[in-house]
């Protein structure tokens, strides 16, 4: 029963993602939008919002985009869905190509997606400005900054969605992408389930 | 049946081993209490300063404190919870921190004997003015020389830190907002008001030269 429902929710997933791609994929190209983009936006929403498993890419720090499609080039980043559909997309992409993209996406106006779950927002906004010292969670706030906005290759959360938050700190805690050398598979190892949905929580609601 | 009992017996030997080394290595120092309270908030720390106190750069700069005097670190957990430090930042240090005070000295010590290479980050070609200001200190300004209290290698001594290997943005940021950040008196005598007048008296060009060349002083 469950067999069946997964898979009738995995096909209604791939038409949504191939009605996405035929809906937005056409068009003229409007002034500043990269022609490769187009490539992207198949995915991640045609201003880069995102769109269901794929990230909003719209607002996030350029250093932080184009580090990302050189360690899915190196295959540093090794979550499942980077694996599945990042690896092969980034394969013949030029380094000066992946500049250029990771540019033109860090320029479009983010909208926050704001699908967390309001009532748990106050807690997860207490875990991410002081973290939970009792814990040894340190506070996300030191390193992503007071508003969420990233800098340099540190990357903005504010706004993305839920559901992409939530998996992000799961699979760090599960040991993906620990090539990086990057201190977050230690910090969300610390988190609890209910600490990770009140985090995605908030962090879904900031502008 | 026979191999299981092999089995059993080795990760038993093995288990036995471990929990001994580790009891060994933790009961020398501190009470056994708290020995794995100390070393959960040891590596709490080094989730932002880094997995050998080399130091991080976020948000903030996460300064180094591998090789940093035990004294100094005591003096500065200190100074964050009386409210003497970074009033100004958007975090509260001390809550942040959550150390209690038996803690401090474990956790300063853990800091004092780490010794990874230096991340750098300072302008090497601004190295050279940056020694030279830290060796001879700028006469016309009134300035010191660094080198008369830090020490000639800058690893300080007692309370006044060791700056070899610091991070740049760390050093620019503590001599630019000196009088913001540190100037809050202590209770009795502040050994850190020596340096009001100093960071004062100092250029942001200058004060950019002996941040750099601290940064790649090992």
């Not at chain 1, 932080?64 to 690896?87: A, C, I």
């Not at chain 2, 100094?72 to 958007?90: C, I, K, S, V």
Request: net charge positive.
């Amino acid at each position: 029963m469950t067999n069946a429902r997964a898979q009738i929710m995995k096909f209604v997933k791939l038409a949504s993602i191939i009605l996405a791609i035929s809906v937005f994929a056409g068009g003229q190209l409007r002034a500043g939008e990269l022609l490769p983009a187009r490539n992207c936006t198949w995915c991640h929403g045609t201003s880069g919002q995102g769109y269901m498993t794929a990230p909003r890419l719209a607002g996030q720090r350029y250093e932080y985009l184009e580090k990302q499609l050189l360690d899915f080039g190196n295959h540093t980043r090794d979550n499942p869905f980077s694996v599945q559909y990042m690896w092969d997309a980034v394969a013949y992409l030029s380094p000066q190509t992946a500049r250029d993209l990771a540019f033109y996406f860090s320029t479009l106006p983010p909208k926050a997606a704001g699908d967390g779950n309001w009532d748990l927002a106050p807690i997860g906004q207490a875990i991410y400005a002081e973290g939970i010292p009792e814990q040894n969670v340190v506070a996300c706030a030191v390193c992503h900054g007071p508003d969420a906005e990233g800098v340099r290759d540190i990357p903005r959360l504010g706004g993305l969605s839920y559901t992409y938050l939530k998996r992000r700190l799961d699979q760090w805690g599960e040991g993906f992408h620990s090539a990086a050398q990057l201190p977050m598979p230690f910090i969300a190892g610390k988190l609890s389930p209910s600490d990770i949905e009140a985090l995605a929580s908030h962090l879904s609601f900031v502008r | 049946m026979r191999s299981i009992s092999i089995r059993l017996l080795v990760q038993t030997t093995v288990f036995t081993a471990a929990l001994l080394a580790a009891h060994g290595s933790d009961g020398a120092s501190r009470a056994p209490a708290a020995g794995g309270d100390v070393q959960a908030k040891i590596e709490y720390c080094m989730d932002c300063h880094g997995h050998q106190g080399q130091g991080y750069h976020g948000f903030l700069t996460m300064p180094r404190l591998a090789g940093q005097t035990s004294t100094y670190l005591e003096n500065q957990l200190r100074a964050f919870l009386e409210g003497r430090r970074d009033r100004n930042l958007f975090i509260n240090m001390a809550r942040v921190h959550g150390l209690s005070p038996a803690m401090r000295a474990a956790v300063a010590a853990r800091f004092q004997g780490l010794n990874p290479p230096v991340l750098g980050g300072g302008p090497r070609n601004l190295a050279a003015a940056g020694a030279k200001i830290y060796e001879e200190g700028v006469p016309e300004a009134n300035v010191p020389a660094c080198s008369a209290c830090h020490g000639p290698a800058a690893t300080g001594q007692g309370e006044i830190p060791r700056l070899a290997g610091q991070l740049s943005s760390y050093t620019v940021r503590t001599l630019s907002t000196w009088n913001r950040d540190r100037g809050a008196a202590a209770e009795g005598e502040n050994p850190a008001a020596v340096m009001a007048p100093i960071a004062h008296n100092l250029t942001p060009n200058q004060i950019a030269a002996i941040a750099a060349y601290l940064s790649n002083l090992r």
